[in-house]
């Protein structure tokens, strides 16, 4: 029997063995796919996809959305998760969904190798758990995490909500986490990388901010061995009082602290590793170049720009009245705009991963254009589908061509030359 993956009427997955995957949605019914892993090329393989973006927006989503939000967030990630156990199923998923590397679009930096520009952002694999699942649907890096030294278990239900008329999110899931032990037991397991890890650290929410450098310094030491570069996250709204960690002498003593942990692993393994730092797009202007100076200074690798949102500007849904922040569109001009003030500021001496409601090759292009040398999803990924990666990259593929571009890199900042 050929490798193949099926979705069959009692909505059962099979691999080619012939055995029925556990757990699979049972609301997928009267529906019967199946694909041949790793012979669809060309022609037919682009249709496959097109079937397979079909069937993520008329069958998939609408199942998704008719549940629970933070169910379906579960059985998404749990769901690739076990899949990957399957024999064929990581193939299977790179010929759906997985993306080829181009010479154009393909990303160096910090020593690091990325296949392609955008990756996942944070939040969505806290726990490690599908790496192998996400890597194979066609992103050049992702972040798992945010990971706190202790679990947790975060805020009460409900915690997250969707907005569907204005392509958004609204999550206060306060570092949900089962703690850096168990991400660390997991990414020691992995035995192949397809796909830079970055490992995005937080403070537990019992620690308070004068201790806030521990807590990070113990993400960094457990963890070191098994992230590729690491992100700070100072920025977001769900933490009671994180955010204060940006401004004052709280930001530099933060990342003297994380700088110096960083050094000593360094040391410790024999290789150094790029860490980055999050920040938050509520701030004001002022606020912003304090914090671009600070981090300058402190010698990090670059800035991710930025997180979610406390705004509600022209929300028309009526969960815009929900706490916690906000992703997806309404998130875009803002976080470019940071983009652009941050390139502006270091000259574009300081590498910016630029992330907020991007949903399209021109909204990713408009914050390279700004000053990010990469980019990263999620709400996008759970209103368009996997395949949103591979329209992002044939997208992006299009506008260097069409500005005269033939690499990303001579596109990045474009805006303000
Ligand atoms: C449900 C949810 C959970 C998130 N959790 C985290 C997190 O743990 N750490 C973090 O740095 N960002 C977190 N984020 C923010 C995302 O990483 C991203 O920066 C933000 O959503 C903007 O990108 P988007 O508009 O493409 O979603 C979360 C976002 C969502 C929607």
Redesign the pocket.
Known sequence: MKDCLYIVKDSHWKCHAGQALEGAEQGVKNFLFYAESDKLVGREQKAWRGRMDVLYRNVGKPIFFKMD??KA?HLVVDGLAKSMALPGAEAAMRTMYGVRETSDLAVDLWGIHFPTPVGL????D?NAKAVRGFSSIGFGFM?V??VTPKGQSGNELPR?FRLPEDE????R?G?N?EGAAAMAGRLKQLQERRIPIAV?I?KNKTTPNEEANRDYETCIRELYPYGDFF?V?I??P?TPDLRSLQHGSELSSLLEAVKQEMGRQAEVYGTSKPVLV?IAPDVSQDELEFMVDTISRSGVSGI?A???TLSREGLSHPNAKETG?L???P??ER?TEIISLIYQQTEGKLPIIG?????TAEDAYDKIKAGASLV???????YEGPEVNRRLHAGLQQLLKRDGYTHISEAVGAKHR
């Open positions: 939000p933070e967030h952002a944070a939040g969505l806290k972040e995490g945010t997250l958004a999110l609204i999550n899931m570092f986490n995005n937080g992100v996250n920025s977001s769900n999050k991710i930025s997180n979610t922040g992703s997806g569109k998130l875009k976080s992330s907020g409601g991007i949903f990263e999803i999620y709400t996008a990924l759970i």
